[in-house]
């Protein structure tokens, strides 16, 4: 099971970027997928999560209505739309997935696999 992340950068404030998951190996017990980032000296934040194989999808308030989580099953594809970024948003940002089936939500426990993160810088 390998996830890898891409897609990040820099950018300026005001900015957009699209990251991208791809997802390799068994993954049929993935029950949703998620973003994280971490910024230096800070602690890792759940941004967006999305069910695999559905439509739902939930956010962190202080990302909600600037980024968009969505998913291409066929390719085994996550992806998440950044819009409207600003300093605050720089970080490297991390895809997981979970095989939990009783909980939803944006928990970095709850999640069991990780990518090796994208580095994204607003400026």
């Known amino acids: 099971v390998q996830l890898v992340e891409s897609g990040g950068g820099s950018v300026q404030a005001g900015g957009s970027l699209r990251l991208s998951c791809q997802a390799s190996?068994?993954?049929?017990?993935?029950?949703?997928m998620g973003w994280f980032r971490q910024a230096p000296g800070k602690e890792r934040e759940g941004l967006a999560a999305?069910?695999?194989?559905?439509?739902?999808?939930i956010y962190a308030a202080s990302v909600k209505g600037r980024y968009t989580i969505s998913q291409d099953n066929t390719k085994k594809m996550v992806y998440l739309q950044m819009n409207n970024l600003s300093p605050e948003d720089t970080a490297i940002y991390y895809c997981?997935?979970?095989?939990?089936?009783?909980?939803?939500?944006?928990?970095?426990?709850?999640?069991?696999?990780w990518g090796q993160g994208t580095q994204v810088t607003v400026s």
């Open positions: 997981a997935a979970s095989t939990r089936a009783a909980v939803w939500g944006l928990s970095s426990t709850d999640f069991d696999y």
């Open positions: 190996g068994y993954t049929r017990n993935w029950r949703y």
């Open positions: 999305i069910l695999t194989g559905a439509t739902s999808t």
